[in-house]
């Protein structure tokens, strides 16, 4: 079985209102360390093996991402086909 | 600047219903080699430098995951104190 884990975040140039919500709750509770934070998506797929990047990325691409707004990164393991 | 990226999941006894109604979209967008689908969240927190382990875990604890619920991963980076 292969397994891919998708991360998935607003572009850099996208407004992150939930990640400038968290960090005023963080530096609330003292954690005065946090400079920024930034939020995001992770999916984790259990894949039939032979389940490609490439389908993988029109997954994404067609569902479970936004392209507009958003960037996703594919990580594959446990002998999925790069 | 260090860095850390927190990855949030339900913990494996958590019925995960959105990671159904996901996989069943994918389904019937013909994505059949999907045999399972967990959801869950990416957190990414630029901290100054200094901050640990410890610290970024009792935010998680505090603030950022559910711990009835959710297990978390954390991965330091860039000059991080682990």
Redesign the interface.
Known sequence: ?ARARI???LKPTVLDTQGAV?KT??HS?G?D????????????????A??GRS?VE??CR???ANPVIEDFEIELTDGANA
């Open positions: 079985m991360t998935i975040r968290v709750a963080l509770l954690f360390g946090v400079l920024d934070v930034h939020m995001g998506k992770s999916i984790q797929l259990d894949l039939e032979g389940v389908e029109a997954m067609q569902l479970l």
